[in-house]
């Protein structure tokens, strides 16, 4: 008996397992060999896939229905995150399936699935929409430039904006990451476009980086290279109080001079006098000679004696900066 109701049951289990699914079953399948993308434009690819039928059966039934194409940055698409769009089976013969909201400029892998089959990993690059030149710098002073840069718009893509970043001490400049940002709406689908932007209130003998950069289509950034220029040292004028002679009591000889730095161009330069005050300058003073040049005297007359007066030489360049020299004094005769 005990043998017998083994024997019932070993039958059992064959007849159950035959009418199992058989994972491997393949009613219809992926011809690879034809899989393909096509139409590739900045935000968008169509996949071919040829599809053949290997028996007639149940393709719900085996989930042989639907084919599925997964896409993904990353090397292997059919693990997450992906993405995936589906296809209704209908027939045998080729599908295109559609890949849509890609990004310009990007790598995408990308295989298809039916059922259990699996397709081979491939891989298609989107153009870009945008290239972006950073340019030169010129009219370079202590404190400020002039950079250039531009964008070209390709395979139908969009400028939205278009603009020059600048950072200090560090070459690592984004739209993250920047100190000066300058830039000018455009709008435009087509087309070659300059900027030329001004920079000011630099700091001088400094290091700055700077680089070009566009915005496309749903806010992507696209960048130029990273140049660099150096702020020149300040243009200043060094003045000197120079020695007092040929004091008398009503009159004496006081000389200054000053130097041109770094391009600095002088509007004027003379001597400041002021009788008992130390306070020397443009906004207080007794008398003052003036004149164009960088070496000069000055024979002040008409002194009241047993008198001390201050003195300062001074100088303006073409900026209307002034600059001075220290306070110095003499005492006229009795």
């Known amino acids: 008996m005990k043998t017998y109701l083994k024997s019932v049951l070993a039958i059992i289990a064959i007849l159950l397992c035959a009418c199992e ?9 992926i011809n690879d060999n034809a899989t393909k993308v096509s139409s590739i434009t900045t935000t968008s690819a169509e996949v071919i896939v040829s599809i053949f039928e290997t028996e007639s059966g149940d393709h719900y039934n085996y989930n042989h229905n639907t084919l599925e194409v997964y896409y993904s940055t990353s090397s292997n ?12 089976l209908r027939y045998e013969g080729t599908y295109t399936v559609r890949l849509s909201n890609l990004e310009p400029g990007t790598t995408y892998y990308y295989a298809p699935k039916l059922g259990n089959q699996k397709g081979k990993v491939r891989s298609f690059k ?5 290239t972006v030149t950073t340019g030169a710098y010129s009219n370079l002073t202590a404190k400020s430039v002039q950079l250039e840069g531009s964008a070209v718009i390709l395979n139908g893509g969009y400028l939205d904006e278009l603009g020059i970043l600048v950072r200090l001490h560090n070459p690592d400049v984004t739209i993250d990451n920047y100190d000066y940002k300058e830039y000018s709406y455009f709008g435009k689908s087509s087309g070659t476009y300059p900027v030329t932007k001004s920079f000011s209130g ?3 003998e400094s290091t700055y980086y700077y680089r070009t950069y566009a915005k496309g289509k749903n806010g992507k950034i696209y960048y ?4 660099s220029f150096k702020t020149l ?3 200043n004028i060094g003045v000197t109080t120079n020695y007092s002679e040929n004091v008398t009591s009503t009159s004496a000889r006081v000389r200054g001079y000053c130097t041109l730095n770094n391009g600095a161009q002088l509007a004027e ?12 300058s443009l906004t207080n003073y007794d008398l003052y000679w003036y004149g164009t040049y960088t070496n000069f005297y000055v024979d002040f007359k008409g002194l009241y004696s047993n008198s001390t007066y201050y003195y300062r030489a001074y100088a ?16 006229t005769l009795y």
Do not use: W
């Open 126 to 130: 989107t153009p870009l929409e945008l």
């Open 233 to 235: 040292p300040y243009a």
């Open 269 to 280: 330069a003379g001597i400041l006098l002021k009788l008992h005050d130390s306070n020397v």
């Open 21 to 29: 699914k058989d994972p491997t079953f393949a009613i219809r399948s």
């Open 224 to 227: 130029g290279e990273v140049k």
């Open 202 to 204: 630099l700091y001088t």
């Open 77 to 88: 698409p059919l693990i997450e995150p992906h993405k995936c769009v589906r296809e209704t």
């Open 316 to 331: 303006k360049d073409k900026e209307g900066n002034v600059y001075y020299g220290e306070v110095k004094s003499f005492k």
